[in-house]
């Protein structure tokens, strides 16, 4: 089963952009569907951008032409760019491994990383 451990996270101010990572071990990166979502305090956890294996993306209403999407299979990893971010950003971000171009079945969580916004 693939693990995945995510990293980038931290304060920023609105406006700011930020990059997360996640890495996943194993040889079968490329074969899934990688999700970022993200879970603010109270609210349901949310997708807020995903990557097929096929490099197609879908991203969040909320997100979108702020936020960026990305894969590296040579190096197990994708990415996710965000700017112009907003204090309604502020969440624990976690990248998620899916069976499904849906993004759901997901097989494996990251542990989370806190991205925190500030006005």
């Known amino acids: 089963q693939v693990q995945l451990i995510e990293s980038g996270g931290g304060l920023v101010q609105a406006g700011d952009s930020l990059r997360l990572s996640c890495t996943a071990s194993?040889?079968?990166?490329?074969?899934?569907?990688m999700g970022w979502f993200r879970q603010a305090p109270g609210k349901q956890r949310e997708l807020v951008a995903g990557i097929r294996n096929d490099g197609s993306t879908d991203y969040a209403d909320s997100v979108k032409g702020r936020f960026t999407i990305s894969r590296d299979n040579a190096k197990n990893t994708v990415y996710l760019l965000m700017r112009q971010m907003k204090p309604e950003d502020t969440a624990v971000y976690y990248c998620?491994?899916?069976?499904?171009?849906?993004?759901?079945?997901?097989?494996?969580w990251g542990q989370g990383t806190q991205v925190t916004v500030s006005s």
């Open positions: 194993g040889r079968t990166f490329s074969s899934y569907n």
């Open positions: 998620a491994a899916a069976i499904s171009s849906t993004f759901s079945g997901i097989v494996s």
